[in-house]
């Protein structure tokens, strides 16, 4: 079994991707690593920063770490408040890891991408692997220029590094981030407490959506598959579902017929407004075997019980 190093293990994708690896691999084999500890877990933990390419290179030798899940990253909404520390970031987060992997010091990599990387002139419906891409954040600016480099270095160096375009992901085990799907998230959080829920975008927005298990699945599957069968070397599209707020709306309504919402749209809504509301992910069906299981629905219903044991529990 490998040993792997997971970077940026306390935020929405690691705290729960470190769980989820560890019903595969030992936990003794599982180190996590981010600037400082949140959640309660017995995970080997290194407080790290991933700007310095030493520091993670030491932890790599030490640890003698073979597949790295490079999670660090400023999310779109948050860092539009200040463009060059989250493209510093990013950016050089990423370089440090590809560095690695150039170097033969680990054997694969993955790192996230996102949808974030389409734009005003992407195709809205069914957006294709190789559509325009345009973005008009600096987070889907690093985001597509990481895409651009992970290629290179697959091309170039023959590293094994992986990456999925990921759509907005809905859990309930870490807070909103900063990113501008952030409202599918918080309003479980405001139905369970009864709040009446403010939304940051029009009720009508419609985007691409996925729930954190088969994110989870997604890296698993993604990372286990045969090198060779990869198409793909820059990132993957993923698609499971998408809605918009008013849809989600109605149908947390009609199990909790109080709750009320009302709209009131802020700067995210031009991010929004640049992304597609479905994404085309054939490659990742007919190259990995991608297929989700969650539904909307089920989705709903998974977010209802999990936000209230969580609550109910603090």
């Known amino acids: 079994m490998s040993r792997i190093l997971i970077l940026g293990s306390e935020g929405q994708i690691g705290t729960e991707l470190s769980i989820f690896l560890s019903k595969i691999y030992s936990k003794s084999d599982i180190i996590t690593a981010d600037l400082n500890k949140k959640t309660d877990t017995d995970f080997k933990f290194i407080k790290l920063n991933a700007l310095s390419y030493f520091d993670i290179e030491n932890v790599v030798k030490k640890y003698e ?14 860092g539009e408040a200040d463009p060059l520390n989250t493209w510093k970031v990013n950016m050089t987060s990423l370089f440090n890891v590809l560095e690695l992997a150039r170097k033969k010091l680990i054997k694969k990599v993955f790192w996230p991408s996102s949808i974030s990387v389409f734009g005003d002139t992407s195709p809205k419906n069914n957006t294709a692997q190789f559509s325009i891409k345009e973005p008009l954040t600096v987070y889907g600016i690093s985001k597509l220029s990481g895409e651009s480099w992970c290629e290179y270095y697959n091309n170039t160096y023959g590293t094994d590094v992986r990456s999925i375009r990921f759509p907005g992901i809905i859990s309930s085990k870490t807070l909103p981030g900063g990113g501008t799907t952030d409202y599918a998230v918080s ?16 009720k009508g927005t419609k985007l691409p959506m996925i729930y954190i298990e088969d994110v989870l699945r997604s890296i698993r599957m993604l990372m286990k598959a045969d090198k060779n069968t990869l198409r793909i070397k820059s990132s993957y599209n993923l698609s499971a579902f998408s809605f918009t707020p008013n849809e989600l709306y109605l149908n947390l309504q009609k199990r909790f017929k109080n709750f009320k919402i009302f709209y009131e749209s802020d700067y995210r809504q031009k991010i929004a407004d640049s992304w597609p509301n479905k994404i085309n992910d054939n490659y990742s069906r007919k190259d990995w075997g991608w297929k989700p299981k969650y539904s909307f629905d089920e989705m709903v219903e998974e977010m209802i019980k999990k936000v209230s044991n969580k609550l109910n529990n603090e």
Do not use: G
């Not at 770490?65 to 999310?75: E, S």
């Not at 479980?188 to 709040?195: A, D, Q, V």
């Open 187 to 202: 309003i479980f959080y405001s139905l369970i407490k009864k709040e009446v829920f403010k939304c940051f975008l029009n």
């Open 65 to 78: 770490v073979d597949d790295v899940y490079h999670l660090v990253a400023v999310l779109s909404a948050k």
